[in-house]
Protein backbone atom coordinates (compact mmCIF):
# COMPACT_ATOMS: atom_id res chain seq x y z
CA UNK A 1 0.00 0.00 0.00
CA UNK A 2 1.30 3.47 -0.91
CA UNK A 3 1.02 7.04 1.05
CA UNK A 4 -1.88 7.79 -0.75
CA UNK A 5 -3.76 4.85 -0.51
CA UNK A 6 -3.39 4.92 3.00
CA UNK A 7 -4.21 8.43 3.38
CA UNK A 8 -7.35 7.68 1.46
CA UNK A 9 -8.42 4.69 4.14
CA UNK A 10 -7.69 6.46 7.12
CA UNK A 11 -9.40 9.85 5.77
CA UNK A 12 -12.55 7.54 5.48
CA UNK A 13 -12.33 6.16 8.21
CA UNK A 14 -11.96 9.52 10.18
CA UNK A 15 -15.15 10.51 8.56
CA UNK A 16 -17.31 7.50 9.61
CA UNK A 17 -16.23 7.84 13.26
CA UNK A 18 -16.72 11.27 13.03
CA UNK A 19 -20.15 11.32 10.98
CA UNK A 20 -18.45 13.61 8.54
CA UNK A 21 -20.35 13.82 5.21
CA UNK A 22 -22.52 10.42 5.84
CA UNK A 23 -25.52 10.12 2.97
CA UNK A 24 -26.84 6.78 4.34
CA UNK A 25 -27.81 5.16 8.03
CA UNK A 26 -28.45 1.57 8.55
CA UNK A 27 -30.80 0.83 10.99
CA UNK A 28 -30.74 -2.43 13.19
CA UNK A 29 -32.71 -3.10 16.19
CA UNK A 30 -32.23 0.41 17.37
CA UNK A 31 -29.00 0.57 16.75
CA UNK A 32 -28.35 3.25 13.64
CA UNK A 33 -24.91 3.45 12.21
CA UNK A 34 -24.39 6.56 9.81
CA UNK A 35 -22.20 5.85 6.39
CA UNK A 36 -21.29 6.84 3.30
CA UNK A 37 -23.04 4.81 -0.10
CA UNK A 38 -20.05 4.63 -1.97
CA UNK A 39 -17.95 2.99 0.70
CA UNK A 40 -20.14 0.61 0.95
CA UNK A 41 -20.76 -0.09 -2.74
CA UNK A 42 -17.52 -0.25 -3.06
CA UNK A 43 -16.96 -3.28 -0.60
CA UNK A 44 -20.26 -5.19 -0.77
CA UNK A 45 -22.08 -6.28 -3.91
CA UNK A 46 -25.11 -6.43 -2.45
CA UNK A 47 -24.85 -2.73 -1.11
CA UNK A 48 -23.60 -2.00 -4.96
CA UNK A 49 -26.92 -3.95 -6.21
CA UNK A 50 -29.52 -2.23 -3.55
CA UNK A 51 -27.57 1.47 -4.09
CA UNK A 52 -27.60 1.58 -7.93
CA UNK A 53 -31.01 -0.40 -8.69
CA UNK A 54 -34.40 1.10 -9.07
CA UNK A 55 -35.37 -0.28 -5.68
CA UNK A 56 -36.50 1.95 -3.02
CA UNK A 57 -33.80 1.33 -1.05
CA UNK A 58 -31.48 3.40 -3.70
CA UNK A 59 -33.13 6.98 -2.79
CA UNK A 60 -33.80 6.76 1.11
CA UNK A 61 -31.77 8.15 3.78
CA UNK A 62 -32.80 5.24 6.11
CA UNK A 63 -31.90 1.62 5.09
CA UNK A 64 -33.18 -1.26 7.40
CA UNK A 65 -31.81 -4.81 7.93
CA UNK A 66 -33.40 -7.25 8.65
CA UNK A 67 -32.09 -10.31 10.36
CA UNK A 68 -28.95 -8.19 11.98
CA UNK A 69 -28.31 -7.65 15.31
CA UNK A 70 -27.33 -4.00 16.04
CA UNK A 71 -24.43 -4.72 17.64
CA UNK A 72 -23.12 -6.93 14.27
CA UNK A 73 -24.23 -4.43 12.14
CA UNK A 74 -21.96 -2.27 13.87
CA UNK A 75 -19.10 -4.30 13.57
CA UNK A 76 -19.96 -5.29 10.12
CA UNK A 77 -19.78 -1.56 8.92
CA UNK A 78 -16.44 -0.47 11.15
CA UNK A 79 -14.63 -3.78 9.19
CA UNK A 80 -15.60 -2.26 5.70
CA UNK A 81 -13.90 1.41 6.98
CA UNK A 82 -11.28 -0.23 8.86
CA UNK A 83 -10.79 -3.58 8.10
CA UNK A 84 -10.18 -5.15 11.78
CA UNK A 85 -13.42 -6.64 13.38
CA UNK A 86 -12.92 -8.31 17.28
CA UNK A 87 -13.76 -12.33 16.69
CA UNK A 88 -14.44 -14.18 19.55
CA UNK A 89 -16.36 -17.65 19.65
CA UNK A 90 -18.96 -16.27 21.45
CA UNK A 91 -20.33 -13.83 18.29
CA UNK A 92 -18.55 -15.53 15.19
CA UNK A 93 -21.87 -17.19 13.77
CA UNK A 94 -24.00 -14.22 14.09
CA UNK A 95 -20.96 -12.24 12.33
CA UNK A 96 -20.55 -14.51 9.71
CA UNK A 97 -24.44 -15.00 9.12
CA UNK A 98 -24.31 -10.85 8.83
CA UNK A 99 -21.18 -11.04 6.27
CA UNK A 100 -22.58 -13.80 4.13
CA UNK A 101 -26.05 -11.93 3.76
CA UNK A 102 -24.42 -8.43 2.68
CA UNK A 103 -21.35 -10.43 0.56
CA UNK A 104 -18.16 -8.85 2.55
CA UNK A 105 -16.38 -11.58 1.24
CA UNK A 106 -13.41 -11.14 2.95
CA UNK A 107 -14.84 -11.38 6.48
CA UNK A 108 -16.65 -14.14 6.18
CA UNK A 109 -13.27 -15.68 4.95
CA UNK A 110 -11.81 -14.73 7.94
CA UNK A 111 -14.92 -16.45 9.95
CA UNK A 112 -14.76 -19.07 8.66
CA UNK A 113 -10.39 -19.08 9.52
CA UNK A 114 -11.27 -18.32 12.95
CA UNK A 115 -13.96 -21.27 12.92
CA UNK A 116 -11.72 -24.04 12.05
CA UNK A 117 -8.88 -22.75 14.15
CA UNK A 118 -11.39 -23.14 17.48
CA UNK A 119 -13.14 -26.65 16.18
CA UNK A 120 -13.41 -28.84 19.21
CA UNK A 121 -15.24 -32.31 20.25
CA UNK A 122 -17.81 -30.14 21.88
CA UNK A 123 -18.34 -27.88 18.84
CA UNK A 124 -17.41 -29.41 15.87
CA UNK A 125 -20.93 -30.80 14.93
CA UNK A 126 -22.83 -27.35 15.36
CA UNK A 127 -19.90 -26.10 13.34
CA UNK A 128 -20.52 -29.14 10.50
CA UNK A 129 -24.49 -28.27 10.65
CA UNK A 130 -23.75 -24.36 10.65
CA UNK A 131 -21.31 -24.47 7.87
CA UNK A 132 -23.90 -26.98 5.89
CA UNK A 133 -26.80 -24.83 6.16
CA UNK A 134 -24.85 -21.34 4.90
CA UNK A 135 -23.03 -23.57 2.32
CA UNK A 136 -19.76 -22.49 3.49
CA UNK A 137 -17.53 -25.22 1.37
CA UNK A 138 -14.53 -24.67 3.35
CA UNK A 139 -15.64 -24.18 7.06
CA UNK A 140 -18.20 -27.61 6.01
CA UNK A 141 -14.68 -29.85 4.80
CA UNK A 142 -12.91 -28.49 7.89
CA UNK A 143 -15.69 -29.39 10.30
CA UNK A 144 -16.59 -32.87 8.59
CA UNK A 145 -13.15 -33.83 8.61
CA UNK A 146 -12.99 -32.88 12.30
CA UNK A 147 -16.21 -34.66 13.05
CA UNK A 148 -14.70 -37.77 11.34
CA UNK A 149 -11.72 -37.91 13.33
CA UNK A 150 -13.16 -37.92 16.18
CA UNK A 151 -15.95 -39.70 15.48
CA UNK A 152 -15.41 -42.51 18.55
CA UNK A 153 -15.26 -39.73 20.61
CA UNK A 154 -18.47 -38.13 19.27
CA UNK A 155 -20.96 -41.06 20.15
CA UNK A 156 -22.03 -40.34 23.80
CA UNK A 157 -22.90 -36.93 22.47
CA UNK A 158 -26.47 -35.79 21.76
CA UNK A 159 -25.57 -33.61 18.74
CA UNK A 160 -24.14 -36.57 16.63
CA UNK A 161 -27.70 -37.78 17.10
CA UNK A 162 -29.96 -35.23 16.64
CA UNK A 163 -27.98 -35.37 13.10
CA UNK A 164 -30.42 -35.08 10.00
CA UNK A 165 -30.37 -38.12 7.51
CA UNK A 166 -28.38 -37.12 5.03
CA UNK A 167 -25.88 -35.75 6.41
CA UNK A 168 -25.82 -38.84 9.08
CA UNK A 169 -25.27 -40.82 6.10
CA UNK A 170 -22.63 -39.10 4.51
CA UNK A 171 -20.45 -39.12 7.72
CA UNK A 172 -20.62 -43.43 8.17
CA UNK A 173 -20.53 -44.12 4.33
CA UNK A 174 -17.05 -42.35 4.52
CA UNK A 175 -13.62 -44.36 4.08
CA UNK A 176 -12.22 -41.34 6.05
CA UNK A 177 -14.29 -42.23 9.03
CA UNK A 178 -11.44 -42.29 12.23
CA UNK A 179 -13.13 -45.28 13.71
CA UNK A 180 -10.33 -48.38 14.68
CA UNK A 181 -13.31 -51.08 14.35
CA UNK A 182 -16.63 -51.62 11.97
CA UNK A 183 -18.42 -52.55 15.46
CA UNK A 184 -17.97 -48.58 16.04
CA UNK A 185 -20.33 -47.80 12.86
CA UNK A 186 -22.87 -50.41 13.23
CA UNK A 187 -23.54 -49.12 16.86
CA UNK A 188 -23.69 -45.52 15.88
CA UNK A 189 -26.48 -46.75 13.20
CA UNK A 190 -28.23 -48.51 15.91
CA UNK A 191 -28.13 -45.72 18.64
CA UNK A 192 -29.19 -42.83 15.59
CA UNK A 193 -32.54 -44.61 14.73
CA UNK A 194 -33.08 -45.61 18.44
CA UNK A 195 -33.04 -42.02 19.02
CA UNK A 196 -35.92 -41.56 17.14
CA UNK A 197 -37.69 -45.01 16.89
CA UNK A 198 -40.57 -44.09 15.59
CA UNK A 199 -39.62 -41.47 12.67
CA UNK A 200 -36.37 -43.18 11.84
CA UNK A 201 -36.92 -46.97 11.67
CA UNK A 202 -37.92 -47.10 8.13
CA UNK A 203 -34.37 -45.75 7.72
CA UNK A 204 -32.20 -48.22 9.38
CA UNK A 205 -31.68 -50.38 6.44
CA UNK A 206 -30.36 -48.18 4.24
CA UNK A 207 -27.87 -47.12 7.01
CA UNK A 208 -27.96 -50.44 7.51
CA UNK A 209 -26.29 -51.46 4.33
CA UNK A 210 -23.54 -48.53 4.57
CA UNK A 211 -21.82 -51.20 7.57
CA UNK A 212 -18.93 -52.96 6.15
CA UNK A 213 -19.83 -56.11 7.54
CA UNK A 214 -17.33 -57.99 6.87
CA UNK A 215 -14.82 -56.10 8.74
CA UNK A 216 -16.78 -56.81 11.87
CA UNK A 217 -15.90 -59.68 13.94
CA UNK A 218 -18.04 -63.26 13.48
CA UNK A 219 -18.44 -63.67 17.20
CA UNK A 220 -20.29 -60.26 17.61
CA UNK A 221 -22.49 -60.78 14.51
CA UNK A 222 -23.66 -63.60 16.02
CA UNK A 223 -24.28 -62.02 19.58
CA UNK A 224 -25.12 -58.62 19.10
CA UNK A 225 -25.90 -57.91 15.10
CA UNK A 226 -28.13 -60.46 13.96
CA UNK A 227 -30.53 -60.71 17.29
CA UNK A 228 -31.15 -57.29 17.23
CA UNK A 229 -34.77 -56.77 16.56
CA UNK A 230 -34.02 -54.54 13.93
CA UNK A 231 -32.09 -56.92 11.96
CA UNK A 232 -34.73 -59.68 13.29
CA UNK A 233 -38.01 -58.16 11.24
CA UNK A 234 -35.85 -57.19 8.15
CA UNK A 235 -35.38 -59.30 5.51
CA UNK A 236 -33.07 -57.37 3.70
CA UNK A 237 -30.82 -56.74 6.22
CA UNK A 238 -30.35 -61.03 7.27
CA UNK A 239 -29.34 -60.98 3.32
CA UNK A 240 -26.72 -58.62 3.66
CA UNK A 241 -25.01 -60.94 6.92
CA UNK A 242 -25.40 -64.09 4.62
CA UNK A 243 -23.88 -62.53 1.48
CA UNK A 244 -21.10 -61.21 4.14
CA UNK A 245 -21.07 -64.98 5.35
CA UNK A 246 -20.57 -66.06 1.76
CA UNK A 247 -17.71 -63.68 1.64
CA UNK A 248 -16.06 -64.85 4.65
CA UNK A 249 -16.11 -68.30 3.22
CA UNK A 250 -14.94 -67.58 -0.44
CA UNK A 251 -11.64 -65.24 0.84
CA UNK A 252 -10.52 -68.10 3.16
CA UNK A 253 -11.41 -70.71 0.11
CA UNK A 254 -9.31 -68.30 -1.76
CA UNK A 255 -12.53 -68.35 -4.05
CA UNK A 256 -12.38 -65.51 -7.02
CA UNK A 257 -16.19 -65.60 -6.83
CA UNK A 258 -15.68 -64.01 -3.82
CA UNK A 259 -14.57 -60.44 -5.27
CA UNK A 260 -18.02 -60.80 -7.23
CA UNK A 261 -19.99 -59.65 -4.46
CA UNK A 262 -20.92 -56.66 -3.79
CA UNK A 263 -19.49 -56.18 -0.80
CA UNK A 264 -17.36 -52.79 0.65
CA UNK A 265 -14.62 -53.89 2.54
CA UNK A 266 -12.46 -51.23 2.12
CA UNK A 267 -10.63 -50.27 5.94
CA UNK A 268 -11.78 -46.76 7.26
CA UNK A 269 -9.15 -44.50 7.84
CA UNK A 270 -8.83 -45.33 11.72
CA UNK A 271 -7.78 -49.21 11.17
CA UNK A 272 -4.80 -48.07 10.20
CA UNK A 273 -4.22 -46.37 14.18
CA UNK A 274 -1.89 -47.15 15.95
CA UNK A 275 -0.12 -46.02 19.59
CA UNK A 276 3.49 -45.49 18.37
CA UNK A 277 6.47 -43.94 19.79
CA UNK A 278 6.91 -40.61 18.35
CA UNK A 279 9.76 -38.57 18.36
CA UNK A 280 10.88 -35.08 16.96
CA UNK A 281 13.32 -32.05 17.04
CA UNK A 282 14.94 -29.47 14.76
CA UNK A 283 14.62 -30.29 10.85
CA UNK A 284 15.32 -28.27 7.71
CA UNK A 285 14.97 -25.03 8.72
CA UNK A 286 14.41 -23.00 11.89
CA UNK A 287 10.60 -22.78 11.55
CA UNK A 288 10.82 -26.79 10.99
CA UNK A 289 10.18 -29.75 13.26
CA UNK A 290 10.78 -33.26 12.40
CA UNK A 291 8.29 -35.99 12.87
CA UNK A 292 8.72 -39.60 13.06
CA UNK A 293 7.65 -42.56 14.75
CA UNK A 294 8.30 -46.71 15.90
CA UNK A 295 6.03 -49.47 16.43
CA UNK A 296 7.07 -51.49 19.68
CA UNK A 297 4.90 -54.22 18.23
CA UNK A 298 5.86 -54.35 14.64
CA UNK A 299 9.60 -52.69 15.33
CA UNK A 300 8.61 -50.84 12.20
CA UNK A 301 9.98 -47.61 11.66
CA UNK A 302 7.93 -44.64 10.11
CA UNK A 303 8.81 -41.02 8.81
CA UNK A 304 6.74 -37.96 8.06
CA UNK A 305 9.43 -34.75 8.87
CA UNK A 306 13.32 -35.80 8.54
CA UNK A 307 15.30 -34.93 11.24
CA UNK A 308 18.06 -32.30 11.04
CA UNK A 309 21.21 -33.57 8.78
CA UNK A 310 23.61 -35.47 11.68
CA UNK A 311 26.48 -33.23 11.45
CA UNK A 312 24.45 -29.79 10.57
CA UNK A 313 23.60 -28.57 14.13
CA UNK A 314 22.36 -25.40 12.76
CA UNK A 315 18.94 -26.79 13.47
CA UNK A 316 18.92 -28.61 16.00
CA UNK A 317 17.26 -28.30 19.12
CA UNK A 318 17.30 -29.05 22.36
CA UNK A 319 15.54 -29.03 25.56
CA UNK A 320 12.23 -29.09 24.36
CA UNK A 321 9.67 -30.83 25.52
CA UNK A 322 6.82 -33.47 23.34
CA UNK A 323 3.53 -33.59 24.78
CA UNK A 324 0.06 -35.37 23.77
CA UNK A 325 -3.69 -34.27 25.67
CA UNK A 326 -6.86 -36.12 26.04
CA UNK A 327 -7.55 -35.43 22.11
CA UNK A 328 -4.66 -36.88 20.66
CA UNK A 329 -3.41 -33.49 19.66
CA UNK A 330 0.28 -33.76 19.42
CA UNK A 331 2.16 -30.47 20.79
CA UNK A 332 6.28 -29.05 20.56
CA UNK A 333 6.81 -26.83 23.41
CA UNK A 334 9.83 -25.26 23.81
CA UNK A 335 13.52 -25.41 23.90
CA UNK A 336 16.42 -23.95 22.40
CA UNK A 337 18.70 -23.94 19.17
CA UNK A 338 21.88 -25.82 19.65
CA UNK A 339 23.80 -23.15 18.02
CA UNK A 340 22.94 -20.82 20.55
CA UNK A 341 23.91 -22.30 23.53
CA UNK A 342 26.95 -23.72 22.56
CA UNK A 343 29.02 -21.29 20.44
CA UNK A 344 27.63 -18.43 22.94
CA UNK A 345 28.16 -17.85 26.63
CA UNK A 346 24.60 -18.12 26.76
CA UNK A 347 21.46 -18.25 24.34
CA UNK A 348 17.69 -17.45 24.71
CA UNK A 349 15.11 -20.05 24.66
CA UNK A 350 12.05 -20.07 22.78
CA UNK A 351 8.55 -19.90 23.66
CA UNK A 352 7.33 -21.33 20.40
CA UNK A 353 4.30 -24.00 20.66
CA UNK A 354 3.00 -25.83 17.56
CA UNK A 355 0.48 -28.63 17.05
CA UNK A 356 1.41 -31.68 14.84
CA UNK A 357 -1.61 -32.21 11.91
CA UNK A 358 -1.54 -35.57 10.94
CA UNK A 359 -3.62 -35.49 8.08
CA UNK A 360 -1.52 -32.41 6.56
CA UNK A 361 2.22 -34.00 8.15
CA UNK A 362 3.04 -30.44 8.93
CA UNK A 363 3.68 -28.62 12.53
CA UNK A 364 0.92 -25.60 12.64
CA UNK A 365 1.87 -22.69 15.07
CA UNK A 366 -0.21 -22.10 18.36
CA UNK A 367 -0.08 -19.20 20.70
CA UNK A 368 3.60 -19.18 22.23
CA UNK A 369 3.69 -19.54 25.48
CA UNK A 370 3.76 -16.23 28.14
CA UNK A 371 7.73 -16.90 28.55
CA UNK A 372 10.23 -18.34 26.83
CA UNK A 373 11.83 -22.00 28.18
CA UNK A 374 13.74 -24.33 28.06
CA UNK A 375 14.41 -27.62 30.49
CA UNK A 376 10.98 -27.40 31.84
CA UNK A 377 8.57 -29.56 32.96
CA UNK A 378 5.42 -30.14 30.69
CA UNK A 379 2.22 -32.80 31.63
CA UNK A 380 -1.18 -32.68 30.43
CA UNK A 381 -4.54 -32.35 32.55
CA UNK A 382 -8.09 -32.20 31.09
CA UNK A 383 -7.03 -31.51 27.85
CA UNK A 384 -4.64 -28.53 28.79
CA UNK A 385 -0.81 -28.49 29.00
CA UNK A 386 0.74 -26.87 32.03
CA UNK A 387 4.29 -25.75 31.84
CA UNK A 388 6.20 -25.24 34.80
CA UNK A 389 10.23 -23.45 35.33
CA UNK A 390 12.90 -24.06 33.42
CA UNK A 391 15.43 -21.40 31.62
CA UNK A 392 14.38 -18.77 29.63
CA UNK A 393 18.38 -17.74 28.50
CA UNK A 394 20.59 -20.82 28.99
CA UNK A 395 23.37 -21.69 30.37
CA UNK A 396 24.66 -19.17 33.59
CA UNK A 397 21.29 -17.74 34.17
CA UNK A 398 18.60 -18.92 37.48
CA UNK A 399 16.07 -21.06 36.39
CA UNK A 400 12.40 -19.51 36.35
CA UNK A 401 9.31 -19.89 38.66
CA UNK A 402 6.66 -19.23 36.34
CA UNK A 403 4.07 -21.66 35.33
CA UNK A 404 1.24 -21.23 32.54
CA UNK A 405 -1.48 -23.49 31.01
CA UNK A 406 -2.57 -23.93 27.22
CA UNK A 407 -6.21 -24.48 26.63
CA UNK A 408 -6.73 -25.64 23.34
CA UNK A 409 -9.86 -25.03 22.36
CA UNK A 410 -9.30 -20.88 22.90
CA UNK A 411 -5.38 -21.46 21.96
CA UNK A 412 -4.80 -19.49 24.84
CA UNK A 413 -2.04 -19.59 27.55
CA UNK A 414 -2.98 -18.47 31.02
CA UNK A 415 -0.34 -17.18 33.87
CA UNK A 416 -0.51 -19.84 36.95
CA UNK A 417 0.69 -19.40 40.65
CA UNK A 418 4.31 -19.38 40.37
CA UNK A 419 6.22 -22.27 41.89
CA UNK A 420 7.90 -21.49 45.72
CA UNK A 421 11.54 -21.63 44.03
CA UNK A 422 12.75 -21.88 40.32
CA UNK A 423 13.62 -25.11 38.57
CA UNK A 424 14.65 -26.72 35.88
CA UNK A 425 15.46 -30.11 34.61
CA UNK A 426 12.63 -31.13 36.66
CA UNK A 427 9.56 -33.76 35.93
CA UNK A 428 5.47 -33.46 36.13
CA UNK A 429 3.15 -36.03 36.32
CA UNK A 430 -0.73 -35.18 36.92
CA UNK A 431 -2.43 -37.81 39.57
CA UNK A 432 -6.22 -37.75 40.39
CA UNK A 433 -6.73 -33.37 41.03
CA UNK A 434 -3.52 -32.47 40.96
CA UNK A 435 0.01 -32.18 39.41
CA UNK A 436 3.32 -33.44 41.31
CA UNK A 437 7.08 -32.19 40.82
CA UNK A 438 9.91 -33.77 41.16
CA UNK A 439 13.39 -33.00 41.51
CA UNK A 440 15.04 -30.68 39.13
CA UNK A 441 18.36 -27.84 39.62
CA UNK A 442 17.73 -24.90 41.64
CA UNK A 443 19.46 -21.48 40.68
CA UNK A 444 22.38 -22.33 42.72
CA UNK A 445 22.22 -25.45 40.43
CA UNK A 446 21.86 -27.81 43.30
CA UNK A 447 20.06 -31.17 42.55
CA UNK A 448 17.23 -31.42 44.39
CA UNK A 449 15.22 -34.36 45.67
CA UNK A 450 11.73 -32.10 46.78
CA UNK A 451 8.47 -32.68 45.88
CA UNK A 452 6.19 -29.87 44.70
CA UNK A 453 2.05 -30.56 44.29
CA UNK A 454 0.31 -27.99 42.59
CA UNK A 455 -3.25 -27.99 43.03
CA UNK A 456 -4.89 -27.00 40.06
CA UNK A 457 -8.75 -26.37 41.08
CA UNK A 458 -7.33 -23.95 44.02
CA UNK A 459 -4.29 -22.62 41.50
CA UNK A 460 -2.16 -23.38 44.82
CA UNK A 461 1.17 -24.67 45.51
CA UNK A 462 2.76 -27.08 48.38
CA UNK A 463 6.01 -28.32 49.53
CA UNK A 464 5.26 -31.87 50.68
CA UNK A 465 6.47 -33.39 53.59
CA UNK A 466 8.57 -36.07 51.47
CA UNK A 467 12.04 -36.52 49.33
CA UNK A 468 12.81 -38.84 46.70
CA UNK A 469 15.56 -41.44 47.71
CA UNK A 470 17.98 -39.50 45.23
CA UNK A 471 18.37 -35.70 44.15
CA UNK A 472 17.67 -36.10 40.37
CA UNK A 473 17.67 -34.08 37.52
CA UNK A 474 16.43 -34.35 33.84
CA UNK A 475 14.20 -37.25 34.96
CA UNK A 476 10.89 -38.32 33.57
CA UNK A 477 7.66 -39.31 35.78
CA UNK A 478 4.72 -41.31 34.99
CA UNK A 479 1.34 -42.26 37.07
CA UNK A 480 0.00 -46.04 36.57
CA UNK A 481 -2.74 -46.75 38.40
CA UNK A 482 -2.28 -45.17 42.34
CA UNK A 483 1.65 -44.81 42.12
CA UNK A 484 4.25 -42.59 40.43
CA UNK A 485 6.92 -44.04 38.93
CA UNK A 486 10.46 -41.12 38.41
CA UNK A 487 13.16 -42.76 36.21
CA UNK A 488 16.36 -42.03 34.55
CA UNK A 489 18.32 -38.48 34.64
CA UNK A 490 21.47 -38.20 36.78
CA UNK A 491 22.80 -35.80 40.07
CA UNK A 492 26.11 -34.24 40.69
CA UNK A 493 27.80 -37.51 41.25
CA UNK A 494 26.92 -40.34 38.19
CA UNK A 495 23.64 -41.46 35.85
CA UNK A 496 20.95 -42.71 38.11
CA UNK A 497 19.77 -45.79 37.07
CA UNK A 498 16.96 -46.55 39.80
CA UNK A 499 13.58 -46.17 40.07
CA UNK A 500 11.95 -44.82 42.39
CA UNK A 501 8.03 -45.14 43.02
CA UNK A 502 5.86 -42.88 44.87
CA UNK A 503 2.23 -43.53 46.20
CA UNK A 504 0.53 -40.28 46.77
CA UNK A 505 -2.23 -41.18 48.70
CA UNK A 506 -0.41 -43.21 51.50
CA UNK A 507 3.02 -40.77 50.98
CA UNK A 508 5.14 -44.04 51.00
CA UNK A 509 7.92 -44.30 48.67
CA UNK A 510 9.82 -47.73 47.23
CA UNK A 511 12.48 -48.92 44.74
CA UNK A 512 11.43 -50.47 41.50
CA UNK A 513 14.06 -52.61 39.54
CA UNK A 514 16.98 -50.76 38.37
CA UNK A 515 17.34 -49.59 34.66
CA UNK A 516 19.89 -52.51 33.28
CA UNK A 517 22.97 -50.90 31.64
CA UNK A 518 24.80 -47.40 32.87
CA UNK A 519 23.77 -44.42 30.68
CA UNK A 520 21.84 -41.30 31.41
CA UNK A 521 18.87 -41.67 29.56
CA UNK A 522 15.81 -39.02 29.22
CA UNK A 523 14.00 -40.31 26.31
CA UNK A 524 11.40 -42.05 27.64
CA UNK A 525 7.26 -42.85 26.84
CA UNK A 526 4.22 -44.81 28.51
CA UNK A 527 2.36 -46.99 26.47
CA UNK A 528 -0.34 -48.54 28.51
CA UNK A 529 1.45 -50.96 31.14
CA UNK A 530 4.97 -49.72 29.84
CA UNK A 531 7.45 -47.68 29.64
CA UNK A 532 10.03 -47.37 27.15
CA UNK A 533 13.45 -45.82 27.11
CA UNK A 534 14.90 -44.66 23.66
CA UNK A 535 18.74 -44.61 23.79
CA UNK A 536 21.04 -42.29 25.97
CA UNK A 537 24.48 -41.46 26.60
CA UNK A 538 27.19 -43.29 27.58
CA UNK A 539 30.93 -42.43 28.80
CA UNK A 540 33.38 -44.55 28.10
CA UNK A 541 36.43 -43.85 30.20
CA UNK A 542 39.72 -44.48 28.56
CA UNK A 543 41.96 -46.87 30.96
CA UNK A 544 45.09 -45.59 32.40
CA UNK A 545 48.00 -45.37 30.07
CA UNK A 546 45.66 -46.27 27.11
CA UNK A 547 46.41 -43.95 24.10
CA UNK A 548 42.43 -43.87 23.60
CA UNK A 549 40.41 -40.85 24.27
CA UNK A 550 37.49 -41.20 26.82
CA UNK A 551 34.48 -40.75 24.48
CA UNK A 552 30.76 -40.27 25.15
CA UNK A 553 28.35 -42.59 23.02
CA UNK A 554 24.64 -41.57 22.13
CA UNK A 555 22.37 -44.80 21.73
CA UNK A 556 19.11 -45.38 19.78
CA UNK A 557 18.58 -48.60 21.48
CA UNK A 558 15.17 -49.28 23.51
CA UNK A 559 14.29 -50.95 26.60
CA UNK A 560 10.90 -51.41 27.57
CA UNK A 561 10.07 -51.62 31.36
CA UNK A 562 6.74 -53.43 32.79
CA UNK A 563 5.69 -51.77 35.01
CA UNK A 564 3.34 -55.10 36.28
CA UNK A 565 5.95 -57.12 36.74
CA UNK A 566 8.99 -54.58 37.58
CA UNK A 567 10.95 -56.18 35.12
CA UNK A 568 13.11 -54.49 31.68
CA UNK A 569 13.39 -55.75 28.54
CA UNK A 570 15.72 -54.77 25.67
CA UNK A 571 13.49 -54.98 22.95
CA UNK A 572 15.35 -53.12 19.89
CA UNK A 573 19.10 -52.48 19.09
CA UNK A 574 18.06 -49.51 16.72
CA UNK A 575 15.32 -47.34 16.44
CA UNK A 576 16.28 -45.45 13.28
CA UNK A 577 14.53 -42.23 13.48
CA UNK A 578 14.72 -42.20 17.49
CA UNK A 579 15.74 -39.39 20.13
CA UNK A 580 17.92 -39.64 23.05
CA UNK A 581 16.45 -36.34 24.40
CA UNK A 582 12.82 -36.51 24.83
CA UNK A 583 9.49 -38.60 23.23
CA UNK A 584 5.99 -39.17 23.94
CA UNK A 585 3.04 -41.96 22.43
CA UNK A 586 0.19 -40.93 20.47
CA UNK A 587 -2.12 -42.51 18.47
CA UNK A 588 -0.65 -42.15 14.67
CA UNK A 589 -2.17 -43.52 11.73
CA UNK A 590 0.31 -44.85 10.19
CA UNK A 591 -1.29 -44.43 6.35
CA UNK A 592 -0.31 -40.95 6.74
CA UNK A 593 3.79 -41.97 7.48
CA UNK A 594 6.15 -43.08 4.79
CA UNK A 595 7.11 -46.68 6.01
CA UNK A 596 10.86 -47.58 6.28
CA UNK A 597 12.59 -50.19 4.83
CA UNK A 598 14.53 -50.88 7.87
CA UNK A 599 13.30 -53.54 10.46
CA UNK A 600 14.33 -52.65 14.12
CA UNK A 601 15.86 -56.24 15.74
Not at 239 to 252: F, K, V
Not at 330 to 354: P, R
Amino acid sequence: MNEQQKRLLDGLQEMFETGMLSDVTLVADDTRVSCHRNVLAASSPYFRAMFTSDVSESEQKEVTLQDISGSVLHLLVTYVYSGQVPINNDNVESIMTAASMLQLDTLVRFCEEHMIGALTVENCIEVFCFADFHALQKLRSASKLFVMDNFSDLLDCESLMMLPEKIFEELISADELNVDKEETVYEAVVMWVKYDIENRHKTFTKLFQLVRLPLIDRDYISSDVEPNPLVVRDPYCRGLITISNMYRIGLEASVSAADELEVNVRPRHGMFNKVLLIFSGGAGSESERSFTAYDPDTKKNYLSIRHHPTFDFKFKIDHYRLVVNRDNWIYFVGGIFFDNYHFDEHGEAMATVLRYVQRDGTWKLCTPMNSARCAMAVCTMENKIFAFGGYATFPGFPPLDSCEVYDPEYNEWSILESMPVGIAQHAATAYKDSIFIFGGLDDEEAYLNTVLKFQVGTNTWSLLRTEMFAPRAECSAFTHNNKIFIMGGCNQISNLLSVEVYEPDTNRWHHAEDFPDERKFTSMAQIGDSVYVCGGVRQFVARTGSSRRSRTVESKDLYQYDLLSNTWSHVARMVEHGSNVTCAAALVNVRLLQESQFVST
